[in-house]
């Protein structure tokens, strides 16, 4: 990657979540119209990032386009998230299975992403703990071998969802510290080459992110 598409990536990234949070804490409340220009002057930047940017939240859900009236705010949409965690919980555990037996790389890398994930909750750092969980995940998935698989988990942007997942742990008050413990029993499977124990351990962590976005 050159180093110029590598800043615009960076900067679209943290555009994103700039753009993200002002939605999760109201600061833009649903119908808020997005304009490309008064975004790309806020951020000092092309107007390139900014409908990069754009075109991942409207993948993720939270901004949708209208003719003539450009990117609106839509808001959290918590039954289409569930309907992502299900398709997702669908995918990587069929990616489990594909990926057995499991060669020792993979079992390593994934227990260095959850070492910096038990770090990044020992420095109260929950972004960071996002970032190595979507990479722990994304890693079951490419140890699939599967790139159709791999796409479409891609396509449903963990980056972003990540973000609004750990917004609505923040607001209802829950910790992320039982999730880090359900990961290292995931990792247990793993070692112990069983990948139907392995699926009802990865199962069981996107049951309990799901708990936090059920109907009360």
Known sequence: MSETV??????RDRIRDVLVARILDGTYPAGTQLKE?????????SQ???REALRELEGSGLVHSERFR????????????LDSYELRATLETRAL???SPYDGALIAELQHCHAQMREALAAEDPERYIDYAMRFHRRIMEGSGNRSFLNVWDSLLWDVRGRIVLHRFVETGRSFAPLLQMHEALLARLAAQDPSGAS??????LDRVCSAFAPA
Do not use: S, W
Request: with cysteine; aromatic share 6%; charged share 25%.
């Open 6 to 11: 590598l800043k615009r990536t960076c900067m």
């Open 37 to 45: 220009l008064v975004l790309a002057r806020e951020f000092n930047v």
């Open 48 to 50: 390139a990032p900014i």
């Open 70 to 81: 450009g990117t609106l705010v839509r808001g959290t949409d918590f039954e289409e998230i």
């Open 97 to 99: 299975h594909l990926a």
């Open 200 to 205: 009802e351990a990865l199962r069981a962590i």
